[in-house]
């Protein structure tokens, strides 16, 4: 049996500020260079994995491309400009890119075991 629908790659929401936020799903290479990146203590502390997670998944703010997060400043740098409001936008887009997932929780666990 083929399956005709193509899971989303990239979602795009608005944050409460106005911006547009693209976000993509996560490559299997990318969660290994994000989860080397937060190191062995952060990847099982599940609130900053969140975070770190929802941040190294934006690949375009307002049309502008965000390059790769290489460093964890970078990756506090992008949480702090995403703020509130667009970590928010993220999580929804993680809502259209990870639909077999009911929580947040549960799209960190995919990610953890893909």
């Given at each position: ?41 952060n ?48 999580g ?20 953890k075991?893909?």
């Amino acid at each position: 049996m083929t399956e005709d629908v193509k899971q989303a790659v990239t979602a795009i929401k608005s944050d409460a500020n106005g911006r547009q936020i693209e976000v993509r799903k996560l490559k299997p290479i990318e969660q290994l260079w994000m989860l080397e990146l937060v190191g062995g203590v952060n990847a099982n502390n599940g609130p900053y994995l969140g975070y770190a997670t929802l941040a190294y998944s934006v690949s375009k703010i307002d049309g502008q491309d965000v390059p790769r997060i290489r460093t964890k400043a970078a990756l506090e740098a992008m949480v702090q400009r995403l703020d509130e409001a667009g970590l928010a936008a993220v999580g929804e887009a993680f809502k259209e890119l990870y639909p077999d997932a009911a929580s947040q929780g549960e799209a960190q666990d995919i990610l953890k075991n893909v």
